[in-house]
């Protein structure tokens, strides 16, 4: 299985690029977001790979970090989410956002990927939001309203016994109701207010 490639960009294309390495070329399919990191064919690119090997084909999906290639692994372990799907997403959503849409229930978030509609979003959400807590992501910033303080806020929650994914979603909630400047103790208990609700 390929694990990894590193060499030099030979083409992009609107879903791919090709990588030289070593004078073979490996066609890798990646998202738009990936895609978009790169400027011109010959210059050095690294790619996370996921091989997928099929009766008929082996298509190599590419990542630029571990942590977007788990949330494809873990994206197209939902029913109906295929790895056409999971990089669509994945050209919509960062690692983040992808988790702040989820902890959320944002399901419209979620949604706005080509191909997504909300039946499968809300599956997505559903399936994926007690799965969360190993994804590597750190407290995400967006849908916050701008408070600094929202991941010492769930980490705070955490500490009191609430998953990872509860304390997200909970900040989250909390943040787009008070004003920025509010603190960590503010964040707290108006998160504790909506987990108790």
Known sequence: ???????LLDEIDDDSVVVDVGGVGYLVYCSTRTLSRFQAPGEPVS??????????????????????????????TVQGVGVRA????????????????????DTKTIARAPGVGPRLAG?????????????????PAANTGGHEAAGDAV?????????????????????????????????????????AS
Do not use: C
Not at 1 to 7: H, R, T
Not at 48 to 63: M, P
């Open 1 to 7: 299985m390929i694990a990894k490639l590193a060499g």
């Open 47 to 76: 790619l996370i790979i996921e091989t997928h090997v099929r009766e008929h084909h082996i298509h190599l999906y590419g990542f630029p970090d571990a942590t977007e290639r788990n949330w494809f692994r873990r994206l197209t």
């Open 86 to 105: 999971a990089l669509a997403i994945q050209s919509v959503l960062g690692p983040a956002d992808l988790l702040n849409a989820i902890v959320a229930g």
């Open 123 to 139: 599956r997505i959400a559903g399936e994926l939001r007690d799965k969360v807590d190993d994804m590597g992501v750190p407290a």
């Open 155 to 195: 980490s705070a929650l955490v500490n009191l016994g609430y998953s990872r994914a509860d304390a997200h979603g909970a900040v989250a909630a909390a943040a787009r109701t008070l004003d920025a400047d509010a603190g960590v103790e503010g964040l707290v208990r108006h998160a504790l207010q909506e987990l």
